[in-house]
Antibody
Framework: EVQLVESGGDLVQPGGSLRLSCAAS????????MSWVRQAPGKGLECISA????????YYADSVKGRFTIARDNSKNTLYLQMNSLRAEDTAVYYC?????????????WGQGTLVTVSS | EIVLTQSPGTLSLSPGERATLSCRASQSVYSSYLAWYQQKPGQAPRLLIHGASSRATGIPDRFSGSGSGTDFTLSISRLEPEDFAVYYCQQYGSSPWTFGQGTKVEIK
C-alpha cells in the first residue's frame, strides 16, 4: 500500500525558514517523480515544485522560485522541501504527491498534508 | 500558462441524479493530458481520471471523463452520498502544471 506522510509544518514568522519532509513507502521510491502541491485556506491547488526519480530536473513555480528548494534522498525514501524567506502568502497545507509512471505531473497518490502558517 | 476554468462553481443535485462538470482550457491541452481529482473536506485530493478519459485504479465506473483540445467534461452517472465533494481538473501537458478553481457538488 502506497503511503506518503508529510511532516515539518509549523507556525513561522515572515522571513523565516522551514523544512518539510515526506516519508514514502509501499512503492519503489526512486522510480517515480515526486511533487509538492499546496492549498491555501479555502483556496484551490497549486503545484509548486517537482523532482524526477533520480533527483534531477527540479521544477519550481514562479511563486516560489529562488526561495524554495526541493530534494530527495532515495536511500531514505524521503522527499524534502526547504522553504526560505517565507511570506504570509505561503500559508497553506502542503501535500506531497507521487507522479504516475508515464505522466510525472499527474498525481496518483497524495499525503495527508502538513500545515504551514506564516504569521507574526 | 494554461488557465483552466471550471463551471459551474457549485452544482446542487440530489443523490441518484447525474452530474456534469466542465473544464475549459485557455489553449489546447497537449495530448489530452487532463486529470480530474475529488477532494472532500479535510482530506487530500484523490485522482479520478487521467488522460481525459481513463479511470484511475479503484474508481467506480459511474465516473467518466471525456473531451479533448480545450473542452473537457467529468460526468457522474448517478450521485452517491459519498460523491458530494469538490472536483478539480488539472492539465499536466505543459509547464506550469495548472489546476482549475474547482466545482463543488453539494446536496440539494
Amino acid at each position: 500500500e502506497v503511503q506518503l506522510v508529510e511532516s515539518g509544518g509549523d507556525l513561522v514568522q515572515p522571513g523565516g525558514s522551514l523544512r518539510l519532509s515526506c516519508a514514502a513507502s509501499g512503492f519503489t521510491f526512486s522510480s517515480f517523480a515526486m511533487s509538492w502541491v499546496r492549498q491555501a485556506p479555502g483556496k484551490g491547488l497549486e503545484c509548486i515544485s517537482a523532482i524526477s526519480g533520480t533527483g534531477s530536473d527540479p521544477y519550481y513555480a514562479d511563486s516560489v522560485k529562488g526561495r524554495f528548494t526541493i530534494a530527495r534522498d532515495n536511500s531514505k525514501n524521503t522527499l524534502y522541501l526547504q522553504m526560505n524567506s517565507l511570506r504570509a502568502e505561503d500559508t497553506a497545507v502542503y501535500y506531497c504527491a507521487k507522479g504516475r509512471v508515464t505522466s510525472w505531473y499527474c498525481f496518483d497518490f497524495w499525503g495527508q498534508g502538513t500545515l504551514v502558517t506564516v504569521s507574526s | 500558462e494554461i488557465v483552466l476554468t471550471q463551471s459551474p462553481g457549485t452544482l446542487s443535485l440530489s443523490p441518484g441524479e447525474r452530474a456534469t462538470l466542465s473544464c475549459r482550457a485557455s489553449q489546447s491541452v497537449y495530448s489530452s493530458y487532463l486529470a480530474w481529482y475529488q477532494q472532500k473536506p479535510g482530506q487530500a485530493p484523490r485522482l479520478l481520471i487521467h488522460g481525459a478519459s481513463s479511470r484511475a485504479t479503484g474508481i467506480p465506473d459511474r465516473f467518466s471523463g471525456s473531451g479533448s483540445g480545450t473542452d473537457f467534461t467529468l460526468s457522474i452517472s448517478r450521485l452517491e452520498p459519498e460523491d458530494f465533494a469538490v472536483y478539480y481538473c488539472q492539465q499536466y501537458g505543459s509547464s506550469p502544471w495548472t489546476f482549475g478553481q474547482g466545482t463543488k457538488v453539494e446536496i440539494k
